[in-house]
Protein backbone atom coordinates (compact mmCIF):
# COMPACT_ATOMS: atom_id res chain seq x y z
CA UNK A 1 0.00 0.00 0.00
CA UNK A 2 0.96 3.89 0.77
CA UNK A 3 4.02 2.40 2.91
CA UNK A 4 5.85 1.71 -0.21
CA UNK A 5 5.35 4.88 -1.89
CA UNK A 6 8.60 6.92 -1.80
CA UNK A 7 6.98 10.41 -1.89
CA UNK A 8 9.30 13.31 -2.71
CA UNK A 9 9.02 16.96 -1.74
CA UNK A 10 6.15 19.47 -1.41
CA UNK A 11 6.23 23.38 -0.94
CA UNK A 12 3.58 24.36 0.70
CA UNK A 13 2.57 28.13 0.99
CA UNK A 14 -0.09 30.52 2.02
CA UNK A 15 -1.99 31.43 5.53
CA UNK A 16 -0.71 30.16 8.49
CA UNK A 17 -3.09 29.86 11.57
CA UNK A 18 -2.30 28.79 15.18
CA UNK A 19 -5.48 26.64 15.92
CA UNK A 20 -6.13 25.98 20.40
CA UNK A 21 -8.29 24.64 21.82
CA UNK A 22 -9.83 24.77 24.99
CA UNK A 23 -11.26 21.48 26.75
CA UNK A 24 -13.04 20.85 30.15
CA UNK A 25 -16.46 19.57 31.13
CA UNK A 26 -19.48 21.84 31.35
CA UNK A 27 -21.78 20.94 34.57
CA UNK A 28 -24.04 23.98 35.30
CA UNK A 29 -24.94 27.40 33.96
CA UNK A 30 -22.85 30.53 35.62
CA UNK A 31 -25.42 32.62 37.98
CA UNK A 32 -24.00 35.89 35.95
CA UNK A 33 -25.64 34.94 32.61
CA UNK A 34 -27.49 31.79 30.81
CA UNK A 35 -24.07 30.53 30.07
CA UNK A 36 -22.42 27.13 30.32
CA UNK A 37 -20.00 27.90 32.96
CA UNK A 38 -16.55 25.08 31.67
CA UNK A 39 -14.06 23.77 34.25
CA UNK A 40 -11.00 24.15 32.02
CA UNK A 41 -8.61 20.95 31.69
CA UNK A 42 -6.17 22.05 29.21
CA UNK A 43 -5.30 23.84 25.91
CA UNK A 44 -4.20 22.37 22.70
CA UNK A 45 -2.04 24.23 20.59
CA UNK A 46 -2.02 22.63 16.76
CA UNK A 47 -0.84 24.60 13.17
CA UNK A 48 -3.27 25.82 11.28
CA UNK A 49 -4.79 26.46 8.02
CA UNK A 50 -1.37 26.35 5.38
CA UNK A 51 0.62 25.02 8.73
CA UNK A 52 -2.21 22.20 8.89
CA UNK A 53 -1.38 21.22 4.95
CA UNK A 54 1.85 20.87 5.80
CA UNK A 55 1.65 19.00 8.99
CA UNK A 56 -0.85 16.57 7.11
CA UNK A 57 1.70 15.88 4.51
CA UNK A 58 4.72 15.49 6.55
CA UNK A 59 2.16 12.90 8.81
CA UNK A 60 2.59 10.62 5.51
CA UNK A 61 6.20 10.76 5.57
CA UNK A 62 6.16 14.18 3.11
CA UNK A 63 9.35 16.34 3.42
CA UNK A 64 7.64 19.80 3.41
CA UNK A 65 8.65 23.61 2.88
CA UNK A 66 6.68 26.14 4.58
CA UNK A 67 5.85 29.50 3.08
CA UNK A 68 4.04 31.93 4.91
CA UNK A 69 3.87 34.94 7.32
CA UNK A 70 3.68 35.40 11.09
CA UNK A 71 3.74 38.82 13.42
CA UNK A 72 5.87 39.49 16.22
CA UNK A 73 4.03 38.18 18.54
CA UNK A 74 3.30 35.40 21.44
CA UNK A 75 0.90 33.41 18.93
CA UNK A 76 4.04 32.86 16.01
CA UNK A 77 5.86 31.17 18.96
CA UNK A 78 3.70 28.82 19.58
CA UNK A 79 2.82 27.84 15.83
CA UNK A 80 6.44 27.62 15.40
CA UNK A 81 6.77 25.21 18.49
CA UNK A 82 3.70 23.23 17.54
CA UNK A 83 5.56 22.87 13.80
CA UNK A 84 8.74 22.08 15.99
CA UNK A 85 6.80 19.19 16.35
CA UNK A 86 6.99 17.99 12.69
CA UNK A 87 10.79 17.66 11.91
CA UNK A 88 10.13 16.84 8.17
CA UNK A 89 8.30 20.70 7.94
CA UNK A 90 11.25 23.15 7.45
CA UNK A 91 10.40 26.47 8.53
CA UNK A 92 12.89 28.52 7.13
CA UNK A 93 10.40 30.35 4.46
CA UNK A 94 8.17 31.50 7.58
CA UNK A 95 8.62 35.43 7.61
CA UNK A 96 8.30 37.34 10.43
CA UNK A 97 6.84 41.03 10.07
CA UNK A 98 6.10 43.67 12.54
CA UNK A 99 3.06 44.94 10.85
CA UNK A 100 1.20 40.86 10.56
CA UNK A 101 -1.18 39.38 13.64
CA UNK A 102 -0.55 36.07 13.63
CA UNK A 103 -4.25 34.63 13.12
CA UNK A 104 -5.60 32.57 15.92
CA UNK A 105 -8.59 30.52 16.45
CA UNK A 106 -9.40 29.31 19.95
CA UNK A 107 -11.91 27.51 19.98
CA UNK A 108 -13.97 26.07 23.78
CA UNK A 109 -14.73 22.52 23.58
CA UNK A 110 -17.06 20.29 26.03
CA UNK A 111 -16.43 16.28 24.99
CA UNK A 112 -17.36 16.42 21.13
CA UNK A 113 -19.66 19.74 21.53
CA UNK A 114 -17.57 23.25 20.23
CA UNK A 115 -19.40 25.52 22.74
CA UNK A 116 -17.66 28.65 20.81
CA UNK A 117 -14.64 30.22 18.69
CA UNK A 118 -12.67 33.13 19.30
CA UNK A 119 -11.13 34.58 16.01
CA UNK A 120 -7.67 36.98 16.38
CA UNK A 121 -6.63 38.66 13.29
CA UNK A 122 -5.56 41.64 11.82
CA UNK A 123 -5.70 41.46 7.58
CA UNK A 124 -3.63 43.97 5.98
CA UNK A 125 -2.51 43.84 2.77
CA UNK A 126 0.94 43.20 2.04
CA UNK A 127 3.67 45.51 1.74
CA UNK A 128 6.20 45.37 -1.49
CA UNK A 129 8.89 44.44 1.40
CA UNK A 130 7.15 41.30 2.39
CA UNK A 131 5.56 40.67 -0.90
CA UNK A 132 8.53 40.31 -2.46
CA UNK A 133 10.06 38.08 0.93
CA UNK A 134 7.01 35.63 0.04
CA UNK A 135 7.74 35.57 -3.69
CA UNK A 136 11.72 34.79 -3.27
CA UNK A 137 11.09 32.77 -0.39
CA UNK A 138 8.87 30.67 -2.66
CA UNK A 139 10.61 30.67 -5.87
CA UNK A 140 14.15 29.15 -4.13
CA UNK A 141 11.56 26.04 -2.23
CA UNK A 142 10.18 25.67 -5.95
CA UNK A 143 13.73 24.61 -7.25
CA UNK A 144 13.61 21.92 -5.22
CA UNK A 145 10.15 20.43 -4.70
CA UNK A 146 7.82 18.20 -6.80
CA UNK A 147 4.29 19.40 -6.52
CA UNK A 148 3.39 22.93 -5.18
CA UNK A 149 0.20 23.54 -2.84
CA UNK A 150 -1.11 27.03 -2.55
CA UNK A 151 -3.30 27.29 0.62
CA UNK A 152 -5.69 30.22 0.63
CA UNK A 153 -7.65 31.35 4.04
CA UNK A 154 -8.26 34.84 2.11
CA UNK A 155 -5.87 36.49 4.94
CA UNK A 156 -4.15 37.92 2.63
CA UNK A 157 -0.60 36.24 2.22
CA UNK A 158 -1.94 34.61 -1.19
CA UNK A 159 -2.43 38.19 -3.34
CA UNK A 160 -2.80 38.54 -6.75
CA UNK A 161 0.81 39.05 -7.20
CA UNK A 162 2.45 36.22 -5.00
CA UNK A 163 -0.14 33.49 -6.75
CA UNK A 164 0.50 34.72 -9.63
CA UNK A 165 4.50 33.86 -9.52
CA UNK A 166 4.03 31.28 -7.23
CA UNK A 167 2.00 29.72 -9.96
CA UNK A 168 4.47 30.92 -12.47
CA UNK A 169 7.45 29.16 -10.83
CA UNK A 170 5.70 25.91 -10.50
CA UNK A 171 4.55 25.90 -14.44
CA UNK A 172 8.24 26.72 -15.63
CA UNK A 173 10.12 24.12 -13.25
CA UNK A 174 6.67 21.50 -15.08
CA UNK A 175 5.04 20.50 -11.71
CA UNK A 176 2.05 20.30 -10.68
CA UNK A 177 0.57 23.56 -8.79
CA UNK A 178 -2.59 22.91 -6.53
CA UNK A 179 -4.79 25.37 -5.15
CA UNK A 180 -7.50 25.05 -2.16
CA UNK A 181 -9.19 28.25 -3.31
CA UNK A 182 -11.13 30.80 -1.08
CA UNK A 183 -11.99 33.53 -3.71
CA UNK A 184 -15.10 34.41 -5.02
CA UNK A 185 -14.13 33.35 -8.11
CA UNK A 186 -10.86 31.08 -9.36
CA UNK A 187 -9.74 33.37 -12.08
CA UNK A 188 -6.94 34.56 -9.61
CA UNK A 189 -5.95 31.18 -9.88
CA UNK A 190 -4.92 30.96 -13.84
CA UNK A 191 -2.36 28.80 -14.69
CA UNK A 192 -2.90 26.26 -11.44
CA UNK A 193 -3.07 22.38 -12.46
CA UNK A 194 -5.60 21.48 -10.19
CA UNK A 195 -7.92 23.80 -7.65
CA UNK A 196 -10.15 21.89 -4.74
CA UNK A 197 -12.73 23.71 -3.57
CA UNK A 198 -16.20 22.84 -1.35
CA UNK A 199 -19.36 22.19 -2.30
CA UNK A 200 -20.35 25.97 -1.00
CA UNK A 201 -17.35 27.39 -2.65
CA UNK A 202 -18.07 25.69 -5.59
CA UNK A 203 -21.48 26.83 -5.98
CA UNK A 204 -20.67 30.11 -4.85
CA UNK A 205 -17.99 30.91 -7.73
CA UNK A 206 -20.14 29.44 -10.12
CA UNK A 207 -23.88 30.65 -8.77
CA UNK A 208 -24.93 27.27 -9.74
CA UNK A 209 -26.44 24.05 -7.70
CA UNK A 210 -23.73 21.04 -7.08
CA UNK A 211 -25.62 18.55 -5.44
CA UNK A 212 -26.32 15.75 -7.93
CA UNK A 213 -23.77 14.16 -9.75
CA UNK A 214 -24.80 15.41 -13.09
CA UNK A 215 -24.87 19.31 -11.50
CA UNK A 216 -21.40 19.13 -9.96
CA UNK A 217 -20.01 18.06 -13.19
CA UNK A 218 -21.62 20.95 -14.60
CA UNK A 219 -20.49 23.38 -12.31
CA UNK A 220 -17.07 22.11 -12.20
CA UNK A 221 -16.44 21.99 -16.23
CA UNK A 222 -17.98 25.62 -15.49
CA UNK A 223 -15.72 26.10 -12.57
CA UNK A 224 -12.42 25.17 -14.78
CA UNK A 225 -13.25 27.79 -17.48
CA UNK A 226 -12.63 30.52 -14.61
CA UNK A 227 -8.72 29.36 -14.49
CA UNK A 228 -8.18 26.78 -16.89
CA UNK A 229 -7.21 23.75 -14.71
CA UNK A 230 -8.66 20.60 -13.75
CA UNK A 231 -11.21 20.56 -10.87
CA UNK A 232 -11.62 18.38 -7.39
CA UNK A 233 -14.82 18.92 -6.20
CA UNK A 234 -15.13 17.53 -2.15
CA UNK A 235 -18.64 17.10 -1.38
CA UNK A 236 -19.06 15.85 1.90
CA UNK A 237 -20.54 12.47 2.90
CA UNK A 238 -21.32 12.56 -1.01
CA UNK A 239 -17.56 12.25 -1.16
CA UNK A 240 -15.32 13.61 -4.41
CA UNK A 241 -16.04 14.16 -8.31
CA UNK A 242 -12.43 14.94 -10.05
CA UNK A 243 -12.84 16.84 -13.37
CA UNK A 244 -10.58 16.74 -15.71
CA UNK A 245 -10.10 19.68 -19.15
CA UNK A 246 -10.65 16.55 -21.27
CA UNK A 247 -13.82 15.96 -19.99
CA UNK A 248 -13.49 13.10 -18.59
CA UNK A 249 -14.90 12.73 -14.71
CA UNK A 250 -14.16 10.42 -11.29
CA UNK A 251 -16.80 10.16 -8.69
CA UNK A 252 -15.56 8.64 -5.63
CA UNK A 253 -18.04 7.62 -2.88
CA UNK A 254 -16.97 8.53 0.48
CA UNK A 255 -17.05 5.64 3.27
CA UNK A 256 -19.63 6.01 6.05
CA UNK A 257 -18.58 7.12 9.29
CA UNK A 258 -19.53 9.35 11.97
CA UNK A 259 -18.43 12.71 11.56
CA UNK A 260 -17.02 14.66 14.51
CA UNK A 261 -15.74 17.69 13.14
CA UNK A 262 -15.17 18.94 9.44
CA UNK A 263 -11.86 21.44 10.67
CA UNK A 264 -8.71 21.14 8.59
CA UNK A 265 -10.87 18.24 6.24
CA UNK A 266 -10.00 20.41 3.19
CA UNK A 267 -6.09 20.82 4.68
CA UNK A 268 -6.10 16.90 4.67
CA UNK A 269 -7.41 16.27 1.21
CA UNK A 270 -4.79 18.59 -0.68
CA UNK A 271 -2.07 17.52 1.45
CA UNK A 272 -3.11 14.17 0.48
CA UNK A 273 -3.49 14.90 -3.08
CA UNK A 274 -0.39 16.82 -3.39
CA UNK A 275 1.93 13.56 -1.39
CA UNK A 276 0.49 10.94 -3.62
CA UNK A 277 1.35 13.16 -6.55
CA UNK A 278 4.79 13.89 -5.44
CA UNK A 279 5.07 9.79 -5.40
CA UNK A 280 4.23 9.86 -9.02
CA UNK A 281 1.14 8.20 -8.83
CA UNK A 282 -1.54 9.64 -11.08
CA UNK A 283 -4.06 12.17 -9.97
CA UNK A 284 -6.73 9.57 -9.77
CA UNK A 285 -4.95 7.45 -7.58
CA UNK A 286 -4.16 10.56 -5.82
CA UNK A 287 -8.29 11.63 -5.52
CA UNK A 288 -8.98 7.95 -4.11
CA UNK A 289 -6.44 8.30 -1.44
CA UNK A 290 -7.71 11.70 -0.35
CA UNK A 291 -11.38 10.19 -0.06
CA UNK A 292 -10.08 7.73 2.46
CA UNK A 293 -8.04 10.16 4.26
CA UNK A 294 -10.61 13.07 4.49
CA UNK A 295 -13.01 10.27 6.04
CA UNK A 296 -10.75 9.68 8.30
CA UNK A 297 -9.69 13.09 9.04
CA UNK A 298 -13.51 14.26 9.74
CA UNK A 299 -13.60 11.31 12.59
CA UNK A 300 -11.28 12.76 14.68
CA UNK A 301 -12.18 16.00 16.71
CA UNK A 302 -10.76 19.60 16.01
CA UNK A 303 -7.68 20.09 13.22
CA UNK A 304 -5.96 16.86 13.15
CA UNK A 305 -3.33 14.19 10.79
CA UNK A 306 -3.93 11.16 9.26
CA UNK A 307 -0.87 9.03 9.65
CA UNK A 308 0.58 6.79 6.81
CA UNK A 309 0.10 4.08 9.36
CA UNK A 310 -4.04 4.81 9.96
CA UNK A 311 -4.33 5.39 6.17
CA UNK A 312 -2.90 2.57 4.77
CA UNK A 313 -4.68 0.29 6.95
CA UNK A 314 -8.34 2.28 6.08
CA UNK A 315 -6.90 1.83 1.90
CA UNK A 316 -7.15 -2.27 2.91
CA UNK A 317 -10.26 -2.16 4.54
CA UNK A 318 -11.70 -0.74 1.37
CA UNK A 319 -10.29 -3.33 -1.20
CA UNK A 320 -11.03 -6.80 0.35
CA UNK A 321 -11.17 -9.59 -1.93
CA UNK A 322 -10.64 -12.58 -0.77
CA UNK A 323 -9.55 -15.36 -3.10
CA UNK A 324 -12.35 -15.33 -5.55
CA UNK A 325 -12.42 -16.61 -8.79
CA UNK A 326 -13.14 -13.95 -11.31
CA UNK A 327 -13.03 -13.56 -15.54
CA UNK A 328 -9.92 -11.45 -16.53
CA UNK A 329 -12.37 -8.63 -17.10
CA UNK A 330 -13.29 -8.70 -14.04
CA UNK A 331 -10.11 -8.86 -12.79
CA UNK A 332 -8.29 -6.15 -14.72
CA UNK A 333 -11.22 -3.69 -13.26
CA UNK A 334 -10.34 -5.39 -9.81
CA UNK A 335 -6.91 -4.58 -10.22
CA UNK A 336 -7.68 -1.03 -11.22
CA UNK A 337 -9.34 -0.40 -7.97
CA UNK A 338 -6.53 -2.10 -6.24
CA UNK A 339 -4.15 0.53 -7.95
CA UNK A 340 -6.23 3.68 -7.39
CA UNK A 341 -5.93 2.79 -3.14
CA UNK A 342 -2.11 2.46 -3.62
CA UNK A 343 -1.81 -1.03 -3.83
CA UNK A 344 1.08 -2.88 -5.62
CA UNK A 345 -0.66 -5.80 -7.58
CA UNK A 346 1.63 -9.58 -8.06
CA UNK A 347 0.56 -11.76 -10.84
CA UNK A 348 2.06 -14.85 -10.69
CA UNK A 349 0.59 -18.26 -13.00
CA UNK A 350 0.44 -22.42 -13.07
CA UNK A 351 -1.30 -25.73 -13.47
CA UNK A 352 -1.79 -26.07 -9.92
CA UNK A 353 -2.68 -29.58 -10.11
CA UNK A 354 -2.08 -31.09 -7.06
CA UNK A 355 -0.95 -28.51 -4.17
CA UNK A 356 1.93 -29.24 -3.06
CA UNK A 357 4.36 -27.37 -0.35
CA UNK A 358 5.96 -25.93 -3.22
CA UNK A 359 3.44 -24.45 -4.37
CA UNK A 360 2.45 -22.87 -0.97
CA UNK A 361 5.82 -21.33 -1.27
CA UNK A 362 6.04 -19.86 -3.87
CA UNK A 363 2.34 -18.47 -3.79
CA UNK A 364 3.62 -16.80 -0.46
CA UNK A 365 6.98 -15.64 -1.72
CA UNK A 366 5.00 -14.03 -4.06
CA UNK A 367 2.96 -12.12 -1.95
CA UNK A 368 5.58 -10.76 0.09
CA UNK A 369 6.22 -8.60 -3.60
CA UNK A 370 3.03 -6.67 -3.20
CA UNK A 371 -0.24 -5.87 -1.59
CA UNK A 372 -2.59 -8.29 -3.81
CA UNK A 373 -1.45 -11.40 -5.53
CA UNK A 374 -3.58 -12.38 -8.56
CA UNK A 375 -3.27 -16.46 -9.44
CA UNK A 376 -3.87 -17.15 -13.37
CA UNK A 377 -4.65 -21.06 -13.82
CA UNK A 378 -4.38 -23.18 -17.09
CA UNK A 379 -7.80 -24.44 -17.94
CA UNK A 380 -8.51 -28.08 -18.27
CA UNK A 381 -7.74 -27.89 -22.02
CA UNK A 382 -4.66 -25.94 -21.28
CA UNK A 383 -2.96 -28.23 -18.83
CA UNK A 384 -4.24 -30.79 -21.34
CA UNK A 385 -2.10 -29.80 -23.99
CA UNK A 386 1.03 -29.25 -22.33
CA UNK A 387 1.17 -32.31 -19.26
CA UNK A 388 -0.43 -35.06 -21.45
CA UNK A 389 -4.23 -36.34 -21.63
CA UNK A 390 -3.77 -37.82 -18.41
CA UNK A 391 -4.03 -34.51 -16.93
CA UNK A 392 -4.88 -32.32 -14.67
CA UNK A 393 -5.91 -34.61 -12.05
CA UNK A 394 -8.01 -32.08 -10.60
CA UNK A 395 -10.56 -30.13 -12.67
CA UNK A 396 -10.17 -26.12 -13.30
CA UNK A 397 -12.87 -25.45 -10.98
CA UNK A 398 -11.28 -27.60 -8.10
CA UNK A 399 -8.07 -25.91 -8.40
CA UNK A 400 -9.22 -22.33 -8.60
CA UNK A 401 -11.16 -23.40 -5.50
CA UNK A 402 -8.08 -24.74 -3.22
CA UNK A 403 -6.01 -21.90 -4.61
CA UNK A 404 -8.42 -18.80 -3.82
CA UNK A 405 -8.54 -20.38 -0.11
CA UNK A 406 -4.89 -19.83 0.56
CA UNK A 407 -4.84 -16.88 2.56
CA UNK A 408 -1.96 -15.30 0.66
CA UNK A 409 -3.89 -15.27 -2.91
CA UNK A 410 -6.21 -12.49 -3.11
CA UNK A 411 -8.36 -13.04 -6.86
CA UNK A 412 -7.85 -16.26 -9.30
CA UNK A 413 -8.33 -16.18 -13.04
CA UNK A 414 -8.61 -18.62 -15.84
CA UNK A 415 -6.60 -18.49 -19.05
CA UNK A 416 -7.05 -21.42 -22.02
CA UNK A 417 -3.59 -20.21 -23.56
CA UNK A 418 -0.63 -21.60 -24.09
CA UNK A 419 0.89 -18.24 -21.83
CA UNK A 420 -0.79 -15.81 -20.01
CA UNK A 421 0.32 -13.36 -21.76
CA UNK A 422 -3.56 -12.10 -22.79
CA UNK A 423 -4.06 -11.91 -18.99
CA UNK A 424 -0.97 -9.74 -18.31
CA UNK A 425 -1.60 -7.13 -21.13
CA UNK A 426 -5.42 -6.68 -19.76
CA UNK A 427 -4.18 -6.49 -15.76
CA UNK A 428 -0.60 -4.86 -16.18
CA UNK A 429 0.61 -6.41 -13.06
CA UNK A 430 3.16 -3.88 -11.02
CA UNK A 431 4.93 -7.35 -10.35
CA UNK A 432 5.30 -10.65 -12.25
CA UNK A 433 6.33 -13.29 -10.10
CA UNK A 434 7.97 -16.96 -11.62
CA UNK A 435 10.12 -19.53 -9.79
CA UNK A 436 13.68 -19.32 -9.72
CA UNK A 437 14.06 -22.45 -12.27
CA UNK A 438 13.42 -19.22 -14.74
CA UNK A 439 15.48 -16.52 -16.08
CA UNK A 440 14.03 -12.96 -16.18
CA UNK A 441 14.31 -13.23 -19.87
CA UNK A 442 12.28 -16.87 -19.92
CA UNK A 443 9.38 -15.14 -18.16
CA UNK A 444 6.64 -14.62 -20.62
CA UNK A 445 5.21 -10.85 -20.37
CA UNK A 446 7.87 -9.62 -18.46
CA UNK A 447 9.31 -7.29 -20.81
CA UNK A 448 5.79 -6.15 -20.83
CA UNK A 449 5.58 -5.35 -17.38
CA UNK A 450 8.37 -3.37 -16.80
CA UNK A 451 7.88 -1.38 -19.91
CA UNK A 452 4.53 -0.51 -17.88
CA UNK A 453 7.09 0.58 -14.90
CA UNK A 454 6.91 -2.67 -13.54
CA UNK A 455 9.54 -5.66 -12.44
CA UNK A 456 10.23 -9.33 -12.69
CA UNK A 457 10.79 -11.12 -9.49
CA UNK A 458 12.08 -14.86 -8.95
CA UNK A 459 11.63 -16.63 -5.93
CA UNK A 460 13.25 -20.04 -4.77
CA UNK A 461 11.57 -23.12 -4.84
CA UNK A 462 11.45 -26.34 -2.58
CA UNK A 463 13.47 -28.65 -3.69
CA UNK A 464 12.14 -32.12 -4.95
CA UNK A 465 8.71 -30.72 -4.42
CA UNK A 466 6.59 -31.35 -7.86
CA UNK A 467 3.09 -32.43 -8.75
CA UNK A 468 4.37 -34.90 -11.21
CA UNK A 469 6.68 -36.32 -8.50
CA UNK A 470 3.42 -36.86 -6.38
CA UNK A 471 1.43 -38.50 -9.24
CA UNK A 472 4.66 -40.93 -9.61
CA UNK A 473 4.71 -41.99 -5.76
CA UNK A 474 0.91 -42.67 -6.43
CA UNK A 475 1.58 -45.17 -9.13
CA UNK A 476 4.35 -46.59 -7.00
CA UNK A 477 2.22 -46.85 -3.68
CA UNK A 478 -0.61 -48.33 -5.63
CA UNK A 479 -3.06 -44.95 -4.66
CA UNK A 480 -3.44 -43.59 -8.43
Known amino acids: MIDDFRFGRITVIGDLLLDQYVSGSVSRISPEAPVPVLLNDGIRRVPGGAANVAVNAAALGVEVRLIGLVGHDEAAEQLKNALDEWPSVHQEGIISSPGWTTITKTRVVSGLQQIVRIDVEKVVPLN???????????????????????????????????????????????????????????????????????????????????????????????????????????????????????????????????????????????????????????????????????????????????????????????????????????????????????????????????????????????????????????????????????????????RATVIGALRAVDLVILFDEETPLEAIRAIKPDVLVKGSDYTEDQVVGGDFVKSCGGRVALVDLVNGQSTTRLIQNMDKTGYA
Open 128 to 398: EDVRQRLIQAAKKAIEDTDVVVCSDYAKGVLDDAVLKAVIAAGREKGIPVLVDPKRRTLEAYAGATLVTPNRLEAEQATGQSARTDAEVLTVAKALSGQFGGDVLITRSEDGMTLWRRDGTYQHVAARKSEVFDVSGAGDTVVATVASVLSAGEDLETAVVIATAAASLSVGKLGTATVSKEELSRELGQEIPENGALVTVQEATRIAENWRRHGARVVFTNGCFDLVHPGHISLLQAAARHGDKLIVALNTDRSVAALKGASRPIQKEEA
